[in-house]
Every structure is written in C-alpha cells, then in structure tokens.
C-alpha cells in the first residue's frame, strides 16, 4: 500500500466514523476482495461456497456498520485487521452452532413442489437456487444486508437500529427488494415451465 492510499483509507475511516455512509460503503468496497478470501479460507471444504461466504461477509457488514464508530486508527493495515477478526469471530460463532447456516429458503411463492421427485427436478431447484442469489447480488450492498437480515427473522426495528434507518425505510426498502426478487424468480419459473411445456 502507497503512501496516498494509507492517507485515502485514513481519510474514508475518519469520515465513516462520523457516519458518512459513502465512505463506509467505499472502505467496503476495497476490501471485499480480500474479506471474500479470509472467508474463504476459513470456512474449510465444503462449507466454501460463494453464497456461503457471502453470508459471512453480510453478517460482517451488519458488525462493522455496528461498531465503526468505536474503531481506532493505529496504521495502514488497522482497518484490514479490524475487518478479519471480525469475520473470523463470526465463522467461529457459525461453527459452534449445530451447523452452519446454509442457504436461505425461496419464498413458499417460490418453492418447487416435489423437488426430490426426479433428477431433474433436483438440478432444477438448484438453478432456482443461484438465481435467487444472482438477483439478490443485483441489490445495492444495502438492501442486500437488509433483505438477509428480515430473512433471517430481524424485526425492521432491530435492523433499521444496525443500519441507522427508521423502521418505516426499512420496511419500503425491503418491500422493494423483495418484489424485485419475487418477480424476477416467477418469470425464471414461468420460461422454466414453457421449456417442459416446449419438450
């Protein structure tokens, strides 16, 4: 790292800190690609997939956008350190539970009926399955963490006090994301169905 990146990271630290949202989203941004790495790594085969780490980073977002207030600059590499202990904390707290948490379920809407009927059925359902995360990645980093959360059971209170929105944000924000991804997954299903109904 050059002399000007270290003062660039500084200067984005400083005003995260002071809540400016662009610049935390920005540090973010930067590191992602050695946070998907470091996750990586440290969830072991075969619990590294894509969409696995990427749970691990949303879980890591949620903390840091918790916590940036109270970070301490010490040097270049701080921030980066600061961010790895962090997602190891959270794999390890993971791997304490009885399992990792795997893939959040398609929407009732979604699901497929019988899944387990035919081999094709089962590959069909995994295809459902990464779309759903290829649309949920189309999120901004945001609505992206907000949808997760209210997935995984978090009152639009509790995540609007993670993120620093009012509980009627959170809520349009995550209407929003939801009909995006819900119309998204019923065309796939509907061109699905038109290419059995087309063999």
Known sequence: MTENDSSDILALVERARTGDRDALDELLRIHEPMLLRWARKRLGYPLRTLEETRDILQDTYAVVIRKIGS????????????LRGIVTRIVLQK??????????????????PDLS???SSAAQARELTRAKYSFLRELGRLDRLIYRMRMRGFSSVQIGDYVGL????????????EARIRLKMQRLLQESRGDEDDG
């Open 71 to 82: 970070f301490y600059y010490e040097d270049e590499s701080s921030f980066g350190r600061w």
């Open 95 to 112: 791997a304490k539970g009885a399992h990792i948490r795997r893939r959040l379920a398609l929407p009732n809407a979604e699901r497929v």
């Open 117 to 119: 009927a035919t081999p």
């Open 166 to 177: 009012t509980d009627r944000a959170v809520r349009m924000r995550f209407a929003k994301a």
